[in-house]
Structures are given as C-alpha cells and as structure tokens.
C-alpha cells in the first residue's frame, strides 16, 4: 500500500454526501461551528480561560495545509513542502492536513470569530511538512527526514495523523531524535477496527490515540492494543476543507490524534518547564472513562488509559512526576561530537563526554566522597520535595487566557459537566501499570437522554452588536 492511501486510510472515513459544505449564508457557517461536538463536550470557553496554545509550534505532517483558509488564516508558518521542495502552506487538492491543522489551531472567521471551525488551541502556530507519496516526487526524504525537520524548526508537539508502512532504521532513530529534543510526538493507532496496531504508534516515546465518539465509546473502527495510551474524539468531527470557506465531516483516529495534539499544546503553553513525557503524564492522570467501564484495567487496548479531558489537564494539581511519564524511552540518538543541547534529564551526552568522565583519573577516595556528597544532596531534595507537597505547591503556577478568554466562548455555551470534563478532585490508582479498578472521581451525571448521551444545548449566544 502506498503512503498517501494508507494516510487516507488514518485519515478517516469520509461520511458520504457531507464531505463540503459551502460557506455563504452565515447560518451555515453557524452551523459548522454548532457542530464541533468536541468543543462542547471539552467546555473548550472554560479551557481557553486557561490557555490558548499561545507561544507553541504543532508540526503537522501530512498533505499541504491551506494557510489560506480564512479558519487558519495567520496561525500558519511557511513551513516545507517535501513534495516539491517549496513551502508547505500553499492550497493542494487534498483536504487532511488542513483538516487537521483546523482542529489543533483554528481559530474561526467572522465578527467575533463565531463562524467556522475553532481548533482546541486557537492561539498556537501551525508548522505545515508536506509529506509525498513514496515513489511519487519523495526523492531521497521519507518519515525520518520530515520528523528531523519539524524538530529542528523548533516544534514542540508533532501531530502524525499518518501511518506509513515500512518503517526503516532512519525513521526509528527520527522518533528518538525528537525525544531527544524534548518534542511531544503523537500519532493515530489506525482504522481497521481491530487488533492491529499502526507501526509508527507503536513506536517507543509516541503517545499512540484511538478514537471514541461524543459519549466517550470506542468507535467501532478504532484500531486497539497494548500500547494504546489515550483515546479522544473522532466521531462526526468537522474540520476545514483545502477549499477557503469549505469544510469536511469525518471519522478516523486522525481526527482524534489532532484533537490530544491540540490539547498537548495547550498544556506545553501553561507549563512550560515541563517535558514532553511530563505533558503525556497530565493528560493520561486526568484522562475519563464513560459509564459502566470505570473498572476496567488499564491500559485498555480500547481506551488506552482513557478520553482526554484538557480541562482538567490544565487545572488540576498533579505532581509534574518522571521526565519521561508514561512514554517508554526509544534508544537514543546518537549525539553530535560537541554534545548537542538536549531536554533537562533527556538522553543526550555525546560518546567524548562519556570518555571523559571515564578517564578523569579519580581515586577511589575522591569517588567515596563524591558518592556521600550526592546522598546528602538527594536526601535534602527529597524533604523539600514532600514539604512542598503537603503545602499544595507540587503544580505549576496558571498560565494567561490568550484571546479567546470571554464570556461564553466564540460562538456557544459552556456545557453541563459530562463525560469528557469533570468537576471532581482526579483520584489516581498509582502506577501507570498498576493492576486494579480505574478510581473515577464519581459517577457520571446525566441531565436526560439516553445514558452517557452528549446532553443538549442551547442555541450559540451572540456577542453584544451583532
């Protein structure tokens, strides 16, 4: 299978006779937004209070992105195009990557930005890689050269909604370099709907997504394992078309890859001195389950450790933990010669720098001393660490509210808790694979309708003047 048509099957299946819709009459653009069930079930008004996504990079790795789009229009970079060597934001007859790059950092058009299609973090920039086909215009670049690329323009989460067949060394060693660098990868585990997981997720230190539909079940197509980590909306979901003023409606694991990007760029906004694997720890600790699977063992090869709930990734207290979370270490990446600068705690020393401290020359009495000294170090860090602790510091300070901060959100209403935010104190087992029930922080609930069902809303409110 080629590279685009298996990016088209991760991509989503394209729900026939609803792939455009035009953009003229504002009801219909009104309507667009309305149906951005995600942002409802995120109370994504209360979210943007908390962060924009300001400040981060998000790489999208795909088809071009129509920087163009009046949705998109300014959050785009020039990025690069390894299709034909130019810039990766020009207009291209395929709608994925600006689908996707809608969802992560759309921000809406129109007076006071209530039209069109609003990503979960309206305020971050988009970073278009332009990936071709194999054997189509790829030259010599596959998946390793575009990874190493995004890394190096300084993104700081790259969104793969693609599964590549294949995998080489080059690729592998990619991933690690990204890690390496302290950038956040994430990629859809795949639609076959069943036990085969898409290489590229498999990969380790990849947070790997499945998708689930408004009322947190698994959509039947998901693709499920053992290295599933988290799931996220990908049901019904509305994203901007390459055409300018048109959009899409699909479902796939690639929509539900872009919305964990969106959320991990609200999260590296607010906590910046966190790392990428500290980033996958909030939204795994806060991640939910929807009625009746509140004890189920996780990871689950559905669910992975559960839906996203950005909300609570972004408010609650949860200690910053390992540097790298729950995400398995790959090996490293080899260093340049020099030493190149990597992530605080991440795997980086060069072979020299190892040779050097092997040949120091230390005495067995010098590397006693250096041994206590440490102890005594740790020991004080240690008792700081639980003071701070039982004080209730252990979180990183709020962050700003961006633009998109006001009253009621651009174009709808906050929503009744559900399935996908929860006022409750997060309650976690303990471990990442630590046996036993899921502590959910109650149950879930629901004003009416059928169990678990997204509860209605109210029409969009209008701002003032309009």
Same mark, same amino acid.
């Given at each position: ?15 026939? =006779? ?15 937004? &309305? &149906? ?5 079930? *995120? ?40 299709? &034909? ?8 007859? !395929? ?39 194999? #054997?189509?215009?790829? =030259?010599?670049?596959?998946? /390793?050269?575009? $990874? ?9 989460? $790259? ?28 990629? /859809?585990?795949?639609?076959?709907? !069943? ?46 078309? @390459?055409?300018? #003023? ?17 959320? @991990? @760029? ?49 408010? !609650? ?17 080899? =260093? ?14 060069? /072979?020299?720098?190892?040779? !050097?401290?092997?040949?120091? #020359? ?16 740790? @020991?004080? $860090? ?19 509210? #961006?633009? *998109? /901060? ?61």
């Amino acid at each position: 299978m080629s590279f685009m048509r298996m990016l088209r099957a991760v991509s989503g299946v394209t729900l026939a =006779g609803a792939m455009l819709f035009g953009s003229a009459p504002a009801a219909l653009a009104d309507q667009n937004r &309305d &149906d951005q069930w995600p942002l409802k079930a *995120f109370d994504a008004a209360s979210i943007w209070k908390e962060s924009t996504g300001k400040g981060v990079t998000v790489a999208v790795i795909d088809d071009p992105v129509n920087g163009n789009h009046p949705d998109l229009k300014g959050n785009v970079l020039p990025g690069k195009s390894f299709i &034909d060597g130019g810039r990766g934001d020009r207009k291209d007859s !395929e709608d994925h990557g600006t689908g996707m790059a809608s969802l992560i950092a759309g921000h809406g058009h129109g007076a006071g930005n209530v039209d069109g299609v609003m990503g979960l973090a309206p305020d971050a920039k988009i970073l278009p890689v332009a990936s071709p086909e194999f #054997g189509a215009g790829a =030259g010599n670049t596959a998946l /390793g050269d575009w $990874i190493r690329y995004a890394v190096d323009q300084d993104a700081s989460v $790259i969104n793969l909604s693609i599964n590549p067949t294949g995998l080489t060394d080059s690729d592998r060693r990619a991933v690690a370099y990204a890690v390496q660098k302290d950038v956040l990868v994430v990629a /859809g585990a795949g639609n076959d709907g !069943e036990s085969r997981f898409s290489d590229l997720a498999s990969l380790p230190g990849v947070v790997s997504v499945g998708a689930v539909d408004k009322a947190g079940q698994v959509w039947e197509k998901s693709s499920s394992g053992s290295q599933l980590m988290l799931s996220a909306p990908g049901v019904n979901i509305t994203s901007a078309s @390459a055409a300018p #003023g048109k959009y899409r409606l699909a479902n796939g694991t690639s929509d539900s890859t872009a919305y964990v990007s969106g959320a @991990a @760029a609200l999260l590296r906004s607010k906590f910046p001195d966190l790392t990428a694997g500290q980033v996958a720890n909030r939204l795994v600790k806060t991640a939910g389950l929807p009625p009746g699977q509140e004890r189920l063992k996780l990871p689950d090869p559905h669910y992975g450790y559960g839906f996203i709930r950005p909300l609570r990734a972004l408010r !609650e207290d949860i200690p910053a933990g390992s540097k790298n979370g729950p995400l398995k270490t790959p090996p490293a990446e080899p =260093g340049p010669a020099t030493g190149g600068a990597s992530a605080p705690g991440l795997p980086g020393a060069s /072979g020299d720098q190892a040779s !050097e401290q092997k040949d120091s #020359g230390l005495g067995t009495a010098a590397v006693v001393g250096i041994a206590v000294g440490v102890l005594v170090v740790v @020991a004080v $860090i240690v008792v700081v660490v639980v003071r701070q602790q039982k004080d209730g510091r252990n979180g990183p300070p709020p962050g700003g509210n #961006g633009g *998109f /901060g006001g009253p009621g959100g651009p174009g709808f209403v906050p929503q009744q808790p559900g399935p996908f935010q929860q006022p409750a104190p997060y309650q976690h087992p303990g471990p990442y694979q630590q046996p036993g029930p899921y502590q959910q922080p109650g149950p879930y609930q629901h004003q009416q309708g059928a169990p678990g069902a997204f509860p209605p809303v109210p029409p969009p409110v209008q701002p003032p003047g309009q």
